[in-house]
């Protein structure tokens, strides 16, 4: 999901929240100080994730290594690059966009996959190609709010970390996100592809990306979980829903890092803008780059009437905020795709999508939403080279 996830679940959060701050916190192991968490490890899986805010060398290394990997599979050709962002169920535009991608029969195989809250739960399926397309459909024109979180009991929240229980979508997540799919996307990593996925570390306030495949090829019994945890974590809104707390180690010692939605810092990435694709070792072979970026929302705010009320301002302003960070994100990988010379390509909800919003995961919305994606993308509508309103 996105931060916030709807208008309806946005304001019943915000409000209770607002009236129950500070009435009780969870117990939890210590957190990871800023000035050990280079040395943090997660299962003992080296390059399991890496921060976005940080020194790019390690995610560098990543990158070379797993280039290092695709040569040795005989990879050739263009190299593609698919970033889905977060929206909730907006997602469903993404969702048909990828759908009807494959029935215009040119989707390409991406090098990388990077997915962001709503996009995270997008992102495997799309790594893993149009076989799995019929489960993304259903992902994203079946499921109903029921399937995603219950709202717990107001004398439940005032000692709990949310206003809702996030386990309907866990356990949607462990539906799809099988030790089947799991081990394809380890195979398709020991070939050097690369699929990330962004949470939010609250603790330190940074953006982190997992590094799924690395995951996914460890012999570690607790991967397939992991994934899920990283996958939940990922579209867990601040405040909706409970935080994710990931087990980590620091010298032996046992600790704990809160992970949230991936939203709260970057609604969307291909890789840090300081750590140049043109760095790695393709470009001396000249390979071309294509970007494709998948923005599952629009460009700027619907109009609408702002009660004077202090949940109704305070929720249109985190909305609204929340747009111009994805504008913001889009305009930043434009402007870093275009140093590296990477082809850059844009879709997102426009206005030609007129289905009006009515309440959160309307199957009917939904449905409407993802044959928009579908057609747009068949008849060759939605991508942009360069972001709307963008002038040299």
Known sequence: MSFPLTHVFRTAALGIALLVAGCATQPRLPSVPRHESHEATFLGIPDARFSLSGDPAALGAMYAAAERRRQMAGAAGTDH????????ENGAFGAGLLYGWTERGDRPQFRLVTGVSTGALTAPF?????????????????VQRDNIAQILPILTILGSDSVADS??????IATYVTPEMVEEIAQEYRKGRVLLIGTTNLDLGQPIAWNIGAIAASPHPARVQAIRDILLASASIPGAFPPVMMDVMVGGTRRQEMHVDGGATTQVFLYPSNAPMRLAPAATRRVPRVAWIIRNGRTQELSEEVK??????????????ITSNAIGDIYRMYLVTQRDRVDFNLAYISSRFTVPYEKPFEPAYMNALFEFGRNEIRSNQPWLKQPPGYRR
């Open 167 to 172: 386990r309907p979508l866990a356990n949607l």
């Open 126 to 142: 799309a790594f893993l190609g149009s076989r799995y397309d019929e489960q993304l459909k259903a992902v994203y024109t079946t």
């Open 81 to 88: 690059l698919l970033a889905i962002s977060g929206g909730g």
């Open 308 to 321: 004077r009320g202090l949940v109704q301002i305070a929720a249109r302003s985190i909305s609204t905020m």
